[in-house]
């Protein structure tokens, strides 16, 4: 029985996609028209060693929230976005999740609201089961900042090759999302394209087109999309463990990067990591390293004064506040990722700090 | 379970695995059907598209490109940086496996683009396969294409590799560096995720109704160099249309611009607009008002909602074409004027009364190598600064005066010319007479004498004496007397009537008025015509001709290079002795009409 309503699954989606096919050309076109209009470009920071300063974005709800891919586009207090109509504006990055490599982007404010825009809807995009390998799919993206304003972004087309963890090459990949991805057999993460959309001929949501990444063993690129139905275990610095998605971003929003949201200030560890960061004269001052108190973990990390600490964690830091606020969180002998920004090159730097030095 | 209870759920299993079979059977079967009638219809469609699809390749030398046919008598488009590669003299493989020499005709560098002509073999003459040219715009991202060429240079007996993709986008601007310091653009290109590699380059895209609608030219740079990287472009086939009648007459065409710079307005939120930020002193668009701050509404009636949009639209004219625009100043006040739009090349400007030639070798680029001595190619070939083979621009304009004459034959007319005609100006009616007078044994000179509404006019057209201002008589004209004079010259002498340039101009849109009072409808009015360019005594002309019948619908006289043209526009032709003359002539000057002749008397007189 199980076996035969397989069959007969197998057979139905077949004739659907056929007669989708058959009914043709203008049916994908308007698919491609409405997906457009869900679909934002964003700049932001990059420009620098192959690191675009460009990406997509996708609209998932009617009064701005948008979701793309945590990369470093999202450094920056001058992020833009550009509607499917061409109209511009100013971006805020509210959540970024590392472990899934996604981040929420908010545009509008009181002041300029915005509303009614097209969207797609995340919570049901993530309940629908994921697409059979062999599908045919779309890509939405602004590969190669070849949009600007109301130009629409570039669809491809493309069958899913795998729908399949990447964890096994791990060592192969910079990998930063470890859950299943759909892989698939056209060049769809080309730069800018971070943060596209990968859906179903019939333009329904199903995958958030990923960063760059190169088999290191192969040089080949990866064409992967993380699904939106991914969810990872993230560790806390409190120890406990919780699930993380793409909807727990949006239904959080701002919340979500807060660590521990119960801290308060003044609060959380002390451990000494011998950075000496820049005085600060304004609270929006960045991260940049001062000195390196010699014999401390951040010399035997490696850091250098002058550096710019730009993620602790995974999560972006932009002024000192933000790093003193995240640093406090983390007891000794627990392992910090450090980003830093050395001249024009981004570097991971792993510190691991100590007890605080005993005064003499 | 119960015996019984399992009998009833294998009964049950059987019935369903029956219904699912019968079921599979028949999507089966007609799924199967479907899948074979489409693919023998996509088979059937490249049988016939791949026909006039060319490999074009440097004679016994490495590397090549694609190329494809659009006329039976063996004209094909391919890419200038294929035939920069290569020089003007190909060998081209049909997909039949024939081999053809291969001869340069027009280039357009920064569209990219090169026309090349076949040569016929001499023991017999073929009507080649040609590709149905389709209209670009129809295209929308999702549409299936199909590229052909030759990638890779991999079919050696040039049978075209076929891939098939979706259009990822329309209206596409991007630009290239190319070697010889050409800015390649792709201006309101097709971007497709079709697979394009090196090879493909010059080869045709084509909508899967088999239409040609774009040849395939560069591809983004990937991660993986040079190898299709999932976003081609192909140059839209409408841009290439514009430039058709240029690259036929043998032309190095150039690309217009607009004599102002337009930015972005930035701002947040709210569509996008358009803003001029400056405009070139003396510019056309500066005579018709364009200012600083204006808002560009639309360009050659593409309205703008962007600066992509701005530069695509821009980019798809050639120089010196007419287009209306349409501006906003100061907010409220909208306007629409035609402008001819100036070129990116630096104009050449010759001392004002002589005939210096019009290319410059400093703002023209060289010529491509010509074709080695002794080849088939070599006899279709003339090089000339300005132009990529002025071989074909004489064949164009040998066609476009050979068509005229048959019209009528004025070269036994080459004594006094004489006009009369009622004359309107303004809302007055008046008269108008005006002789263009031959040298006598007494008066080596050529004049031209006139009264136009009671208004006695004496002018020599070629004496460096005469002053700017006289040439450009009557007062508002813009230069009637001396149009009519060259009027004359151009009927009664062809090209022996021109001391200066004589060449083919390609195509270009002109814009007769509109009958009765009816307000300007640029759209409407616009006509496509054949265009002859002129220089005598240091004014040049343009002569527009009909591409329907060959009839010269009017022509404009330069006088001032730095002021309008006169404009006059010939109708209500009628035959006398033979010969096709206009009863009916307007003459505009600015945006205005300066003058109507109607029911116009010639007597034309031979050499007394």
């Known amino acids: ?26 049916s994908l076109t308007k698919v491609a028209e409405e997906v457009n209009k869900k679909m934002v470009k964003v700049w932001g920071s990059g420009g620098l060693h192959g690191l675009p300063a460009f990406g997509t974005g996708i609209v998932v709800s009617p009064d701005g929230y948008i979701l793309t891919a945590n990369t470093q586009l999202l450094d920056t207090r001058d992020l833009r976005v550009h509607l499917w109509d061409g109209s511009k504006y100013h971006g805020e990055v509210v959540a970024q999740e590392p472990e899934l490599d996604i981040a929420l982007i908010k545009i509008g404010n009181d002041k300029d609201k915005v509303e009614d825009l097209p969207y797609f809807d ?172 010699p014999g401390s973990p951040a010399a035997a990390a490696g850091l250098k004064s002058d550096d710019l600490i730009v993620y602790v964690g995974g999560v972006s830091v932009k002024t000192i506040d933000a790093y003193k606020e995240l640093i406090k969180h983390y007891p000794p002998n627990q392992k910090i990722q450090l980003e830093v920004r050395r001249g024009d090159m981004l570097t991971t730097i792993e510190l691991t700090p100590t007890e605080p030095p005993k005064k003499h | 379970m119960s015996i019984r209870n399992y009998r009833r759920l294998l009964t049950a299993m059987f019935l369903t695995a029956g219904i699912v079979a019968l079921l599979a059977s028949a999507q089966g079967d007609d799924l199967d059907k479907r899948l074979q009638d489409a693919e023998a219809n996509r088979v059937a469609l490249i049988e016939q598209v791949k026909k006039p699809v060319i490999a074009v390749l440097a004679p016994g030398g490495q590397g090549g490109g694609s190329g494809v046919l659009i006329t039976e008598d063996g004209y094909a488009l391919t890419n200038f940086h294929v035939a920069a590669a290569i020089g003007s003299y190909f060998h081209c493989g049909l997909a039949t496996g024939e081999m053809y020499d291969a001869v340069l005709v027009g280039l357009d560098r920064a569209g990219d683009l090169a026309l090349i002509k076949l040569i016929q073999k001499k023991d017999r003459e073929v009507k080649f396969p040609v590709a149905t040219l389709g209209d670009s715009d129809k295209l929308q991202p999702g549409d299936w294409t199909l590229a052909l060429g030759n990638p890779l240079l991999l079919a050696t007996d040039f049978n075209p590799t076929v891939t098939y993709g979706m259009v990822s986008g329309t209206h596409r601007y991007q630009k290239i560096p190319h070697p010889t310091g050409t800015l390649l653009e792709y201006c309101d290109c097709i971007q497709v995720d079709t697979a394009i590699n090196p090879g493909n380059s010059g080869g045709p895209l084509f909508n899967m109704q088999g239409e040609f609608v774009g040849i395939n030219s560069a591809g983004s740079l990937g991660k993986s160099d040079r190898i299709n990287s999932g976003a081609a472009y192909s140059i839209s086939v409408n841009m290439i249309k514009n430039f058709l009648g240029q690259l036929r007459a043998g032309m190095e065409c150039d690309h217009a611009t607009l004599g102002a710079d337009v930015e972005p307005e930035n701002e947040e939120g709210g569509v996008g607009r358009l803003i001029v930020k400056r405009v070139v002193t003396g510019s056309e668009v500066d005579r018709r008002g364009l200012a600083v701050d204006d808002q560009l509404v639309s360009f050659a009636g593409w309205p703008l909602t962007n600066i992509n949009q701005y530069k695509n639209k821009l980019g798809i004219y050639p120089k010196g074409w007419r287009v209306p625009l ?173 001391s200066g340039e004589f060449s083919h101009g390609g195509v270009e849109p002109f814009y007769p008025p509109l009958p009765g009072d009816a307000g300007p409808d640029y759209i409407k009015q616009r006509v496509m015509c054949e265009v002859l360019r002129t220089q005598l005594a240091g004014v040049p002309a343009k002569w527009y001709f009909s591409k329907g019948d060959g009839s010269l619908l009017g022509f404009e006289v330069v006088v001032d290079r730095d002021d309008d043209p006169c404009e006059v526009y010939l109708s209500e032709y009628h035959q006398e002795e033979g010969r096709s003359l206009p009863g009916r002539m307007e003459v505009r000057y600015k945006d205005k009409t300066y003058a109507v002749l109607n029911g116009i008397n010639w007597k034309l007189e031979p050499v007394k």
Request: net charge neutral.
């Open chain 1, 1 to 26: 029985m199980n076996r035969l309503v397989r069959i007969g699954a197998l057979l139905a989606p077949a004739v659907l996609l056929f007669t989708a096919a058959a009914r043709a050309d203008d």
């Open chain 1, 122 to 293: 995340l919570a049901e995009a993530a309940k629908r089961p994921p697409v059979d390998v062999g599908a045919g799919v779309l890509a939405f993206s602004n590969a190669f900042e070849i949009a600007t304003r109301d130009d629409p972004v570039s669809v491809q087309h493309a069958v899913v090759t795998a729908f399949a963890k990447l964890q096994g090459r791990n060592g192969f990949y910079e990998m930063p999302f470890t859950g299943k991805v759909y892989m698939v057999d056209a060049v769809t993460n080309n730069p800018g394209a971070a943060g596209g959309a990968l859906t179903t001929r019939k333009g329904e949501l199903i995958g958030v087109i990923g960063r760059g990444l190169k088999n290191e063993l192969t040089g080949t690129w990866m064409n992967y999309s993380i699904p939106v139905s991914a969810a990872v275990q993230v560790k806390q610095p409190d120890g406990k463990t919780a699930t993380a998605s793409m909807i727990d971003l949006l239904l959080r929003k701002n919340k979500y990067t807060k660590i521990n949201p119960d801290s308060k200030p003044g609060e959380g560890y002390a451990a000494y990591t011998g950075i000496v960061l820049v005085a600060e004269p304004v609270d929006i001052t960045p991260p940049y390293i001062e000195d390196v108190i």
């Open chain 2, 326 to 498: 349409v501006f906003r100043h100061e907010t409220t006040d909208r306007r629409e004027v035609l402008v001819r739009l100036p070129g990116r090349r630096p104009d050449v400007i010759p001392d004002n009364r002589t005939d210096n030639p019009t290319a410059d070798a400093e703002t023209t680029p060289p010529p491509l190598p010509p074709p080695p001595a002794g080849t088939d190619a070599a006899k279709l070939y003339e090089g000339k600064l300005g132009f990529a083979n002025y071989y074909f621009n004489k064949l164009e304009r040998k066609r476009l005066m050979d068509a005229f004459h048959a019209k009528g034959d004025f070269s036994g007319l080459r004594g006094d010319w004489t006009m009369k005609a009622a004359c309107t100006l303004g809302k007055k009616i008046s008269t108008a007479q005006i002789a263009v007078k031959a040298p006598t044994k007494e008066d080596k000179s050529e004049k031209i004498v006139a009264d136009v509404d009671l208004v006695g006019y004496t002018v020599d057209p070629l004496s460096t004496e005469t002053k700017l201002e006289d040439l450009a008589l009557p007062k508002g004209s813009g230069g009637l007397l001396v149009a009519l004079y060259q009027y004359r010259q151009l009927l009664a002498f062809g090209d022996k009537g021109f």
